[in-house]
């Protein structure tokens, strides 16, 4: 409630307000800098909040530390893997360090690694690892507490679209499986393929909250026309085709033409005698909400 | 994944600690030491074992060597062959210089790039197992290096007295202090520049601290500098433990250790809580 965090003069997470539920996925949208990663570490117990108050499980994070990352799954920004210890025994210290028995950790890792499909990578060392790999590593280790909740910041930033879709599978499984699923992302395909519901987070601000499709609903139109007249050309062509659709947005490699009937825009706009170098029609996404909402795109 | 699960899944135990420790520390120490000795084990026993030859040669070379030459050197009141007189200071040398090698170099390097605290500090451990562990881990390296020590002055006839047993768990508490103070002291470092500020403050320590020469030789004034140094206390009191002249002063030396190790640990804990858990 009001959870503000300031670094020195610049507020990071300028007073928001979520309640998260259990057994949803929760995503936190917005573009780099938003304030999504300083709010995770604030839900991890990882970093103060400056103002505000914030119950994690049923605790205060500033005094209960330790007490809420026992219960919590945390698989930070940038992996962090202990670079001296096997992939195995990644797993192994790692529920250790959560004061659970060193037979049931063991036997829960080689579990775990069946879950992030490292099996044959068992002994090998993690600097070897490809992204994905790691990834999964992470995952599966913030996993070794069977923990009430995962928190997740940009979980697919930085992988092949290939290992983004096996890492999207496993997390629909968690989620299948009833764990509280928190993430950051600046992707709208991975909002919308995960989340349940989610907070537009812009400058440090929630800006909208809803479900994927509710946000759509409110913020955009059902399809969008997706026009190209050449950089030099699209703010004068979005002039001659004002008018057309709900709303229109000149982006300088496109003009976005907001309709519930794409192929009606599409017919409008070859009608006022616009030849476009390429169109496509599509469904709006979270990214048009975004648009909206901020009046920039999501990834600049 | 409906798979029937044989055995029923764990919840991490909830810390169980109370007061004004809580927040701070899940006594769970023992993890962080176990994964400190894991990657020894596996990786790291050649670095380990380079730290502990350095006082060896300089037992040999100035003890053996030079001590030819002096033949004896006065200790409260005894005459002590020179060997002899300089073998616990440099056994204090080595316990101090395991713990801060570990503490500085191996910290440095886990907190900067390993990003190893971010992680443990990720679970329920808190900021005061981190520190308590990875010092426990210094400190087995400072006895790793004095008890190793200890072989080589026995095996020389360099212990006067059967108390010169009880320079190893001296030798820890040396390493304890230096390692807790060590990691603090790390914790401010942000390039390998900074360490060498370290090996700046270490040196003179290690030559003028009575290692090789009765401390009277200085003017009262630079006396009273080199007592207000740590490796002194240790210099002066593994010296009266080897050579069985024990004094009163020992518990002032004792005492100056242990307001070090409380203060270091007490230190450290915020540091590792300001940095990572900010």
Known sequence: ??????????????????????????????????????????????????????????????????????????????????????????????????????????????????????????????????????????????????????????????????????????????KEEGTTLVLTTHYMDEAEQLCDR?????????????????????????????????????????????????????????????????????????????????????RSSLEDVFLRLTGRSLVE | MTELKPYELLEAPAPRIRGPLRGLYAGNTRSVVARGLQVIAKNNWIVVMTGFFEPVFYLLSMGLGLGALI?????YGADVPYAAYIAPALMAVSAMNGAVYDSTMNVFFKMNFANLYQQMLSTSLGPLDVALGEILLALFRGLLYASGFMVVTTLLGLN????????????????????????????????FQHLDYVYFVMMPMFLLSATFFPIEVYPQGVQWVIQAMPLWHGVDMIRQLTTGLIQPSIGIHLLYFGVMIVLGLWFTTARLKSLFLR
């Open chain 2, 71 to 75: 033949g004896s050197v006065s200790f």
């Open chain 2, 160 to 191: 006067l007295s059967w108390t010169a047993i009880l320079a190893i768990p001296a030798a820890l508490v040396i390493a304890f202090a230096f390692a807790s103070f060590g990691m603090a002291v790390t914790s401010y470092m942000k390039t």
């Open chain 1, 1 to 174: 409630m009001g959870l503000r965090k300031q670094y020195g003069d610049f507020t990071a997470v300028d007073g928001i307000d979520f309640a998260i539920e259990p057994g949803e996925a929760f995503g936190f949208l917005g573009p780099n800098g938003a304030g999504k990663s300083t709010t995770m570490r604030m839900i991890a117990a990882t970093s103060t909040r400056s103002d505000g108050r914030l119950s994690v499980l049923g605790f205060d994070p500033e005094s209960h530390g330790p007490e809420i990352r026992a219960q919590l799954g945390i698989v930070p920004q940038a992996d962090q893997l202990d670079e001296e210890l096997r992939v195995i025994d990644n797993l192994i210290v790692y529920g250790r360090y959560f004061g659970l028995p060193l037979p049931y950790v063991k036997r829960r890792a080689e579990e775990l690694l069946e879950f992030a499909q490292l099996v044959e990578k068992r002994k090998a060392r993690v600097d070897g690892l490809s992204g994905g790999m790691k990834r999964r590593l992470t995952i599966a280790r913030g996993l070794i507490n069977s923990p009430k909740a995962m928190l997740l910041d940009e979980p697919t930033t930085g992988l092949d679209p290939q290992a983004r879709h096996v890492l999207w599978d496993r997390l629909f499984r968690l």
């Open chain 1, 198 to 282: 989610l907070v537009v987070v812009d400058k440090g601000r929630i800006v909208a909250e809803g479900s994927p499709s509710a946000l759509i609903r409110q913020y955009s139109t059902r399809e969008v026309l997706e026009v190209r007249f050449g950089s030099s050309r699209n703010e004068e062509a979005a002039r001659a085709i004002e008018g057309i659709g709900d709303r229109i947005e000149v982006l300088p490699d496109r003009v976005l033409v907001y309709d519930d009937d794409g192929e009606a825009a599409m017919s409008a706009v070859h009608e006022r005698g616009l030849q476009p170098i390429t169109s496509l029609v599509r």
